[in-house]
């Protein structure tokens, strides 16, 4: 009797560990973060485009806002350059760019074709700044509270079901204090 | 939502355009053949992001060349393994090492071989001393 019943559980079990994987195979090479939930890492970038400007991490705390991590090699930020936009045009939270590793003209001319729907942007050529920040792939987006502390990263495209489950509910509870 | 397919295509294409971008990389200069060594040994036990399963040794990626030479800096200021170590798990997380350090959430891992074995010896055990107290060898179901 036993000698049946084995086999059939552990064929089960795999069938288990096999509806597992296939479930979390979209997700597999996501690496969860450790800089969420502590403050944003310090850096001064030049601004795309401008010269001898500088931007800080002390120029964008004091409201939430978004980091979108992009460049113009990048083809999967072409696919969310609409949802970028839309989330920019609905006023609820400041987009900043991270240029990734890009050249300036490349960059300057990405955005002049397909709309610029940043607040700021900063120009990381060399990507030093991004590996403070952890990144490993563009896009990547970081929601930074009013405090200047990451709440959220999401790795790869940003969709409109993200923006809506992950990043507007998370503005609404880290935005409200501030005037 | 873009199916996963296509993901893994845009990124396939994304990493062909990549190559032009590291053909001009710099040698390193090492300061002696023990410096080297280090480098050597840290860059395979580091883990390249970007192609999860290369280490910073072998990969061919822009962020692996980056963090090559980022640790190829630290050793040069003067920074120890583990300062360097602990540099990138606290940018990419304890993933970033092939070896992942023995925690609450990673105890699975460490004791899983030791259990199976342990339990393919009980199971071995059984079976033998099963067949041993069963000589004729005709199993009592079968009859």
């Known amino acids: 009797m036993i000698g049946r019943i084995v086999p059939i559980i552990l064929f089960v079990l795999l069938g288990v560990l096999l509806a597992v994987g296939l479930k979390i195979a979209d997700h597999k090479t996501e690496i ?3 800089l969420i939930g ?48 839309q989330l920019a045009a609905s006023g609820r939270l400041r987009v900043i760019g991270l240029n990734y590793r890009d050249e300036e003209e490349d960059a300057l001319a990405w955005l002049e074709y397909f709309g610029n729907p940043y607040a700021l942007n900063m120009a990381d050529v060399s990507g030093r700044t991004a590996i403070d920040f952890g990144v490993y792939a563009a896009p ?22 993200i923006i809506a489950q992950e990043i507007l509910p998370r503005i609404q509870s880290a935005g409200s204090s501030q005037p | 939502m873009i199916s996963s397919q296509l993901r893994v295509f845009l990124a396939v294409v994304a990493l062909a355009m990549m190559v032009p971008a590291f053909a001009g990389s710099e040698p390193l200069i090492f300061t002696d053949a023990e410096q080297e060594a280090r480098y050597q040994q840290l860059t395979l036990e580091l883990r390249c992001l970007v192609c999860q399963n290369q280490n910073l040794a072998d990969s061919d990626a822009p962020l692996a060349q980056d963090l090559r030479q980022e640790i190829f800096n630290m050793m040069q200021s003067g920074r120890t393994d583990d300062e360097i170590k602990q540099f990138l798990i606290d940018r990419y997380g304890d993933f970033v090492l092939y070896m992942p350090p023995v925690k609450s959430n990673t105890l699975v891992l460490w004791l899983m071989p030791a259990v199976l074995l342990f339990g393919g010896a009980l199971v071995v055990l059984i079976v033998v001393r099963k067949r041993s107290l069963n000589p004729g060898g005709q199993k009592e179901e079968n009859s």
């Open chain 1, 32 to 34: 969860p973060s450790p």
């Open chain 1, 38 to 85: 502590k403050k944003i890492p310090e850096f001064s970038l030049p601004a795309l485009g401008q010269e001898g400007v500088m931007i800080t991490h002390e120029d964008l705390i004091g409201q939430p806002f978004l980091i979108n991590v992009w460049a113009s090699w990048c083809p999967t930020c072409r696919t969310e350059h609409p949802f970028v936009e």
């Open chain 1, 140 to 161: 990547e987006s970081f929601l930074v509270d009013a405090e200047g502390y990451i709440v959220f990263k999401q790795v790869g495209m940003l969709t409109p079901e």
